[in-house]
């Protein structure tokens, strides 16, 4: 990489986590309150507060310390401007730190007080949040850009000034003290729900990935990566998809995992013959999919549990397929860039056949069932027979003997070296060799992944598990390399481990210091939203533009997350798009006859909100990734956006088809077909949206690959002219529909009634069991719904306050019409069958122009 490139890559390093010098008297200190932050936050996820009764927080108190922590490290960590002195901290930065950390320890200090006089702040009280206010937004300017603070002053000017809005988006106003105490007096504002989430579960997380990262993993990936696949047309570039996309997985921010992955992988795409346009272009394609990738997700996961009502395992189920299948289609589109290229592979020292390469993937999926059939019911079995908390004492040791089995595997081949030189385009790293050297790293996202899925644990507790086994691995694999090794170094490599280890924790802390802003300041918008009623009035203003019809809804909402999503972090975009455009797919689409579950709403304007990352004229992603490329940001952002057509289409379709969220699915034999429809789906519209397949298509094949395409996303559609997919029954039959239902189903129903405005809803709202036991009414009131019935009618009494049903905009007084059930007609995916058969015949054309091509004249 050049050098040019190289200290763009640094800039915007520095602009995600700062870029100040932290080896002066200063900076150590400031390294000391980065290396408290994450010790904090590990003490308030362990349990040893509650056994030694100490030092134990409630969430409203961990959540103003660590907004304090967040702001005086903003401003210790991040220069006023560019041309300010990086090299050193000055004492203004720090005094505006400490009052800005005060700000936030006012309330810890004064909690008790605050809460008694809720509603009637003092003066001081008020002048405090306001001071607040004023420095979380210049920490914000400092840490994040001005994107996120215009998105904010914005927000509160027109809290402020509703009166004098057009009529459509017109409020009352709101005085000084109204605001400041909303915004950051109560929950409803700064400190609400996505602060929550940054505090409890996405410190953590980050954690794990900074330690990861310290010890290797995100070397170890690359190398592992480019092993698989380097020897493919366009190989290291389908690696750096691959390396990306497990880089992304677990990091907060697609600019960061651009120019952290993007250094190595741009210059290595370059070398073997892709334009630095779209070498750029495909990192920033992979870096922003990582967002949309469990299970971090950019925080965003964990923010959906809360606003969206269901486990964080449901999360992520909810958001695998249309992530993989994503990621399948890049690295496809990837081959055929090489093929428009004529790219080779590069050799393989060892060339194994078609058998015996299918005789390892074989080998190595049946190992990988053992082995999740081995923690799933061995940890059950354990605790049957030994009872207590033995069975955990012993997996523990299992979990460690494993580890220090896979250390002694790795110590019989080299390390992996931190740079790019073993990576030659002559030659291969051996997969064997590569794959075994740090097998070991696997072992904490195992315990993550048996803590989430075996034992339903919460996000907090699973993260802090992996984290604590992590930390172990990080402290001792280098010595036990070293012991396997019979080598003499035991105490340098002891120093080692522990250097990594005080690394891992101060670089998880510097990428949380941009989170925990990023979510504070997203909280101002939450805030203006419950102040202001906007939500209502955003429902109106897309219904005015789209003239009600449902396509141009989706459209208009598709395009406003766009462009709230332009220069915003992961975890504000998400917060902004879904408080904002959420409720409005949800209200519109139920007055248009569209009902879905309320995750397929929020997957569907987050995954708009990421897309800003590349598209241009704001494209940060692009900009970073630019910046180590040395092209034109505008042409790399234009490039990766059309690239990212494939995961733009992808919300369209699971509005339409929730079985691509895993929603409805009846069985493996289901299962199994949608997994292969989506995947074909997704190549087949990729092949078309790059005019490209085994030759050039014709524009002909363009339009019958899309038609192809869109069949295999939605067999609905023509299907559902035939065969109509739902019928209305009366609500006197509710009883008896909601008593059949078993815990996971949906159930539609038709609900009328009348705003507080006064005009009459009439929709059709979905709501999911989630209590399998009980009466109906029993059944209903965990959905949220209390009803009444009088002269026939079922009438809404009561409506639990966060429940599904109030999500879904039921409200006291509405009446229950009707309910929407399926009706008994052939499956839709015979609708398959004529398109796959279509798309066989004109792969058979292709190839037979292909092989006139190939014909030497």
């Not at 940060?620 to 092209?631: E, H, K, N, P, T």
Request: charged fraction near 15%; proline fraction near 4%.
């Amino acid at each position: 990489m050049s050098d040019s490139g190289s200290s763009n890559a640094e800039e915007f390093i520095g602009s995600e986590i700062g870029n100040r010098d932290l080896t002066s008297a200063l900076g150590k200190c400031v390294v000391t309150l980065l290396i408290a932050w994450s010790l904090f936050q590990l003490w308030y996820a362990s349990p040893l507060p509650f056994m030694f009764n100490i030092g134990i927080f409630n969430e409203s108190q961990a959540k103003y310390i660590h907004l304090s922590f967040a702001l005086m490290l903003a401003f210790s960590l991040f220069p006023f401007s560019k041309t300010a002195s990086s090299s050193r901290i000055s004492i203004v930065d720090i005094i505006l730190g400490v009052i800005a950390a005060s700000t936030a320890l006012y309330l810890f200090i004064n909690r008790d007080a605050l809460v008694e006089r809720v509603g009637l702040p003092t003066q001081t009280d008020v002048a405090i949040a306001v001071v607040g206010m004023v420095m979380l937004l210049e920490a914000t300017r400092r840490s994040l850009g001005l994107p996120l603070v215009v998105v904010s002053v914005v927000f509160l000017t027109y809290t402020f000034a509703g009166q004098y809005m057009p009529d459509v988006i017109a409020h009352k106003g709101a005085s000084l003290n109204k605001v400041a105490s909303h915004q950051w007096l109560t929950s409803e504002g700064v400190f609400g729900v996505a602060l929550g989430v940054s505090t409890s579960f996405v410190f953590l997380f980050v954690l794990l990935g900074s330690l990861l990262d310290k010890a290797g993993a995100g070397n170890y990936l690359i190398k592992v990566s480019f092993s698989l696949l380097g020897h493919m047309r366009g190989g290291p570039a389908k690696a750096a998809v691959v390396a990306s996309g497990l880089s992304g997985i677990i990091s907060g921010s697609s600019i960061a995992n651009v120019v952290t992955t993007g250094t190595f992988t741009i210059p290595l795409m370059k070398r073997v013959g892709f334009p630095g346009t779209k070498a750029g272009a495909i990192e920033v394609a992979a870096s922003t999919n990582g967002q949309l990738t469990p299970p971090i997700m950019g925080a965003a996961a964990f923010l959906m549990v809360e606003y969206v009502g269901i486990s964080y395992l449901e999360v992520i189920t909810h958001a695998i397929l249309p992530s993989i299948i994503s990621y399948i289609a890049l690295v496809f589109i990837v081959h055929l860039e090489a093929l428009k290229l004529n790219m080779q592979g590069i050799e393989r020292l060892v060339k194994p056949t078609l058998a015996q390469r299918m005789l390892v993937w074989a080998s190595n999926i049946l190992i990988l069932l053992v082995l999740a059939a081995i923690v799933f019911y061995g940890s059950h079995f354990l605790e049957s027979v030994l009872g207590g908390s033995l069975p955990y004492l012993v997996l523990f040791l299992t979990a460690i003997a494993s580890y220090i089995a896979l250390v002694k595997v790795a110590a019989h081949y080299p390390d992996l070296e931190d740079d790019d030189d073993s990576i030659a385009l002559d030659r291969l790293p051996e997969v064997r060799p590569t794959v075994l050297s740090g097998l070991y790293f696997a072992v904490p996202i195992i315990v993550l992944l048996w803590a989430l899925a075996v034992k339903q644990y919460s996000p907090q507790q699973s993260a802090f598990y992996a984290v604590i086994f992590l930390i172990l691995i990080v402290l001792t694999h280098h010595p036990l390399r070293a012991f396997f090794r019979n080598e003499t170094s035991l105490g340098h490599q002891w120093l080692r481990g522990w250097t990594e280890f005080v690394g891992g924790l101060v670089t998880g802390a510097r990428n949380m210091v941009g989170i925990g802003i990023a979510t504070a300041a997203a909280g101002v918008i939450v805030g203006t939203v419950t102040l202001t009623g906007l939500g209502q009035m955003m429902t109106a203003f897309v219904e005015f533009i789209s003239g009600g019809n449902l396509l141009l809804i989706l459209i208009f909402t598709a395009f406003i997350c766009i462009v709230l999503g332009m220069g915003l972090p992961t975890t504000a975009n998400y917060i902004v798009v879904s408080t904002l455009m959420a409720p409005v797919i949800v209200s519109l689409g139920a007055e248009n006859g569209l009902v879905v579950p309320l995750i397929a709403v929020h997957m569907f304007v987050f995954y708009f909100g990421i897309l800003a990352d590349d598209t241009p004229p704001v494209g940060l992603a692009a900009f970073a990734a630019a910046a180590i490329s040395g092209d034109d940001p505008i042409k790399t952002g234009v490039q990766g956006f059309m690239y990212d057509i494939r995961t733009a289409i992808l919300p369209f379709m699971f509005i339409f088809n929730t079985k691509l969220l895993l929603i409805g699915i009846d069985g493996v034999w289901d299962l199994l077909i949608t997994i292969f429809s989506a995947v074909t789906a997704i190549l087949v519209f990729s092949a078309a949206t790059q005019g490209y397949w085994y030759v050039k298509t014709k524009w002909w094949e363009i339009i019958l690959l899309l038609l192809i395409s869109f069949v295999l996303f939605r067999p609905g559609f023509f299907w559902d002219e035939i065969y109509p997919p739902t019928q209305d029954v009366p609500a006197s039959e509710l009883v008896q529909a909601v008593e059949s239902m078993e815990t996971g189903q949906f159930i539609e129903l038709n609900v009328n009634g009348e705003s507080f405005n006064g005009d009459a809803i009439k929709k059709t709202v979905s709501l999911q069991l989630s209590e399998a036991k009980g009466t109906a009414a029993e059944r209903l009131e965990s959905m949220g719904l209390v009803l009444e019935l009088q002269d026939q009618v079922w009438l809404v009494d009561q409506v639990t306050f966060g429940s599904p049903a109030e999500k879904a905009g039921v409200s006291l007084g509405f009446n229950i019409d009707g309910i929407r059930q399926e009706t008994k007609r052939p499956p839709k995916e015979l609708a398959f069958i004529p398109v796959i058969l279509l798309l066989i015949f004109m792969g058979w054309l292709q190839k037979g122009r292909e092989r006139k091509e190939l014909k030497p004249a």
